[in-house]
């Protein structure tokens, strides 16, 4: 549910896939080698990576398909933009009580400073400021540890007073002290899960006593449709003890940036798509308004029932993670437009689902008389702010409230340009290290991005869709139990690659060549033999169903080909490298693991399912994984990525908006400065 996010290694998880429910696995993308990022950069020469500092790795990310929309459209989102940021300002509040006077100061010292701007002081200085931008605050954004200074309080003091700018003696504490509101989210009770989080959502007076109590009162368990209790408010106890709720609203709690927002909400309604769109904005607006959560239930109701258009968002106190006690939302905003290129793929395979089942390389005993395409939604997103930014989420699926979800629904969507920058960015260096000759890495380069795409849509819409139960079987889970979701992503993704080196697709214009195909097969099989090993700790073995499937896949295809030479390993100057040698004998022997995996399915065969799993997709060849994950170090990848917007910059003739011309800034910091400028609220 709610929010799906992308870990690079060492995590286990590459929940990015777990998203995409497979998709087409990490492709080693290559970076373009322009000099410089110019305004006129076209697709192909895209600068994804803009640098990297400390843990992390600033990416930028383009709004493929802005050229369709209507000048009207343009409009809206824009103002959704402009809404999304000008509450910015919240996050940094409600992370930390300090945080928005020491980004003011941190911000006055980087435009003011009249001394020395060079040397291992004022480069760890702004180091620690752009982590502190990224972060939204002087916590990790995700160990939720105090970010290290790595410079001295005397230092900081000689630069403040060279800026003309003063910081309080509890936020500099705060900065340098590490035991002083050490982490931002504690989840060990022992420390108090109130008391030891440094998070805004609570007056530091509090306990997780006084919370539950305050909270057993007002909330009925009896409510088959609870409003979301707290979402919007800090609790604050007074001196005599009474705990009131400062409500997050125009009027109250941050209500100078919520003011604004609802400003550019206004706007956005009077130039919605449709009606639908208009009323759900509506409601959001009178939500901010009063603050009263029965409208928030009510527009999360409209919002979710307004499914016309080519244009969502995401506005508001929404995900409780950063509360410990869960009750309270943290400010965020995703503007999204349709990927118009996914929807066509998705309705050139929805229209000939039947084809690839009646064409598939399974029984026919299990093929379906009449398939339907599973659909799912990919949206570009054109800006992000406050929790999502610049860190994001790759995914979002909401409402929250369990009782909406169940009686009307819920959005569930994949943001594909921030997918892409991920797979664009995480690549470079990595091309060079894992793929052999120039023959492959040019062919990795110029078909990979949308063989990796179509791998996706073949494995949710046709591979997901494929195949059916004999008579009386239990379901998979039943079954198959704990080897179900691997053999399931493993048959979607069996689907995918078998279709992937058949003409009809090229035929049905969904790829120029079958040398797309021929760059699917060869990254799957690099990513399941290998590349895929740098995401788990050494001596650890596969957990995650979306890596084990990948391996079962890639290596009993490895070892059925042997005979002939149809995958080689190649060790050359102590590298290992697996290549592809027979794209059509390898397309054969997917089509037979497709047909075995679908008849275990089809007849519940746990045995067999096991034993695949278990001899092919669990175990790690130790050796190759040390030198895996010797190369990927050696490459000096960051593990955290995040984004640099675009600027949407109106066309004005008058008072009117004519037009949205889109701009890609390159400088992270340049972006968080004219930030602090133009959306400073609080
Ligand atoms: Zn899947």
């Not at 605050?137 to 290290?148: A, D, N, P, R, V």
């Not at 078998?498 to 035929?507: A, I, N, R, S, T």
Request: hydrophobic share 35%.
């Amino acid at each position: 549910m709610k929010k799906i996010n992308l870990l690079f290694y060492p995590m286990v998880v590459s929940a990015m896939l777990m998203q995409s429910c497979g998709g087409g696995g990490e492709k080693p993308a290559e970076q373009a080698t322009t000099e410089e990022a110019t305004e006129v950069e076209s697709e192909e020469n895209f600068e994804y990576m803009a640098e990297q500092f400390a843990d992390l790795k600033i990416i930028r990310y383009r709004i493929p398909g802005w050229d369709k929309l209507t000048p009207q459209q343009k409009e809206y989102v824009y103002y959704l933009y402009e809404a999304g940021l000008s509450g910015r300002d919240i996050i940094w509040y409600q992370n930390y009580r300090h945080n928005l006077e020491i980004r003011k100061a941190l911000e006055a010292i980087i435009s003011d400073y009249q001394g020395e701007r060079s040397g291992s002081d004022w480069e760890a200085f702004m180091t620690y400021a752009k982590r502190v931008f990224f972060s939204n605050g002087i916590h990790h954004h995700y160990s939720m540890s105090k970010l290290k200074p790595g410079f001295s309080q005397d230092y900081f003091a000689s630069l403040l007073a060279e800026s003309g700018a003063v910081l309080n003696g509890a936020a500099q504490e705060a900065i340098f002290d590490p035991e002083f509101d050490a982490k931002k989210v504690n989840l060990d009770p022992d420390k108090g899960l109130v008391k030891g989080s440094a998070v805004n959502f609570y007056s530091p007076n509090m306990t997780e006593a006084d919370v539950d109590a305050y909270y057993a009162k007002k909330i009925d368990k009896s409510d088959e449709t609870p409003i979301s209790y707290g979402l919007n408010s800090k609790l604050v106890k007074k001196e005599d003890g009474t705990i009131v709720e400062e409500v997050y609203k125009v009027g109250g709690l941050y209500g100078p940036a919520i003011e604004k927002v609802v400003y550019w909400l206004e706007k956005a309604q009077g130039v919605a798509e449709n009606q639908k769109q208009a009323d759900a904005l509506g409601l959001l607006v009178e939500y901010f308004k009063t603050g009263d959560l029965k409208i928030w239930d009510d527009y999360n109701i409209a919002w979710v029932e307004a499914t016309e258009g080519d244009i969502d968002y995401i506005q508001g106190f929404v995900e409780v993670y950063n509360d410990p006690k869960g009750y309270t939302g943290s400010y965020e905003s995703i503007v999204e437009i349709k990927d118009f290129d996914a929807s066509e793929r998705m309705k050139v395979l929805m229209d000939n689902v039947q084809w690839f089942e009646d064409n598939s390389s399974i029984m026919d005993e299990h093929k379906k008389e009449n398939v339907v395409g599973v659909t799912y939604k990919v949206v570009n997103v054109a800006g992000e702010a406050g929790d999502a930014s610049p860190s994001t989420p790759i995914g979002v699926n909401l409402p929250n409230a369990n009782w909406i979800r169940a009686n009307h629904g819920s959005k569930s969507v994949s943001l594909g340009n921030i997918v892409n920058a991920y797979e664009n960015a995480s690549g470079e260096g990595f091309s060079e290290e894992f793929i052999r000759t120039e023959e492959l890495r040019n062919r990795s380069k110029e078909h990979g991005t949308l063989a990796s795409k179509l791998h996706t849509a073949l494995h949710e819409v046709v591979g997901h869709a494929s195949g059916k139960l004999n008579p009386g079987v239990g379901t998979p889970k039943e079954t198959l139990k704990s080897y179900a979701s691997t053999l399931e992503e493993g048959r979607a993704d069996l689907v995918a690659l078998y279709f992937l080196l058949d003409p009809k697709l090229v035929e049905l214009g969904l790829m120029p060549s079958l040398e797309v195909g021929k760059s699917e097969y060869d990254s799957y099989i690099r990513n399941g033999m290998m590349l895929q090993l740098r995401r788990i700790e050494p001596g650890e073995n596969i957990e995650e169903a979306h890596m084990r499937n990948r391996q079962l896949v890639a290596s009993w295809a490895y070892e059925k080909g042997i005979a002939d030479n149809v995958i080689e390993k190649k060790v050359v100057d102590g590298k290992t490298y697996f290549e592809v040698n027979d794209y059509e004998k390898l397309r054969t022997i997917f089509g037979e693991l497709l047909r075995e995996i679908q008849r275990i399915k089809s007849e519940g065969d746990y045995e067999a399912g096991r034993a695949l799993v278990e001899n092919y997709g669990v175990k790690v060849d130790q050796e190759l994984h040390a030198e895996v994950l010797e190369r990927a170090e050696k490459l000096n990848s960051a593990p955290y990525g995040g984004f640099i917007n675009p600027r949407l910059v109106p066309v004005m003739e008058g008072t009117k908006i004519t037009d949205v011309k889109v701009e890609y800034p390159d400088d992270f910091l340049e972006q968080m400065m004219e930030y602090g400028e133009k959306y400073s609220f609080l």
